[in-house]
């Protein structure tokens, strides 16, 4: 019944089970059986099948705009929100441990529950039905994104931001950890804390934090 309800919310029926059950699998929960696997195998995929839209939706575009859109469109920021908006997080199956850690903490496994779901729909069926179901899933931002729009992640925004108030660059310190990576920079002696399913992603979710706390600060 748990399942049913979640492929309401994704839009798409499974016709082996296991697949999804193993989609929702968090590491923390099952240390050898887990979504690990089909994580890396959707986040080509998703890769893949938006470069393609990219590719065939802007035709006089040159590589590095492409590559910024891909990223914009992919990014962890973007996969949290996909993932909050059908409500995922009461379906992984996470440790007793993992459950109790704040939301903050909780991004990678979002981000890593949506790309594991993509290469279970795929696994399930084929490239032609996950191509169908990614431009579904993303289809208000897809529909939304332009070329002459600003593409810059908040890595990139924060060393702009640093360097206009000739403030030192931090240094982005990465580990992994049970939910993915974390990475902690020092900024005004205050430490930031991001998490992420990537070592980039991390890296960026902490710059957001202190740009969110800089752009207060400064106005």
């Not at 919310?9 to 059986?33: C, P």
């Not at 590719?55 to 929100?81: A, C, D, I, W, Y």
């Not at 490239?127 to 179901?133: L, S, T, V, Y």
């Not at 729009?149 to 206009?164: C, I, P």
């Amino acid at each position: 019944m748990e399942l049913k309800a979640l492929e309401e919310k994704l839009g798409y029926a499974f016709k082996d089970s296991s697949f999804l059950e193993l989609a929702i699998i968090h590491k923390s929960s099952n240390n050898s059986l887990n979504n690990e696997r089909l994580e890396f195998l959707g986040d080509a995929i998703l890769n893949s099948i938006i470069s393609e839209y990219l590719f065939m939706k802007f035709p006089n575009e040159k590589e590095g705009l492409l590559t910024r859109m891909r990223s914009h469109l992919v990014k962890g920021e973007t996969l949290t929100k996909k993932a909050n908006e059908i409500g995922i997080i009461k379906f992984i199956k996470l440790s007793k441990g993992t459950a109790l850690l704040s939301d903050n903490r909780k991004h990678s496994i979002l981000e890593g529950s949506i790309e594991s779901i993509i290469g279970a729909v795929f696994l399930d069926s084929d490239w032609a039905q996950a191509k169908i179901f990614i431009l579904n899933f993303f289809k208000i931002e897809l529909s939304d994104i332009e070329a002459d729009q600003e593409f810059r992640d908040s890595k990139t925004e924060l060393q702009e931001l640093l360097q206009s108030k000739k403030l030192q660059l931090p240094k982005y310190i990465t580990n992994e950890s049970d939910v993915g990576f974390d990475c902690h920079i020092l900024i005004d002696d205050r430490k930031f804390i991001g998490t992420g399913n990537s070592k980039r992603r991390s890296e960026i979710a902490v710059a957001k934090e202190a740009l969110n706390y800089l752009k207060s600060k400064y106005g």
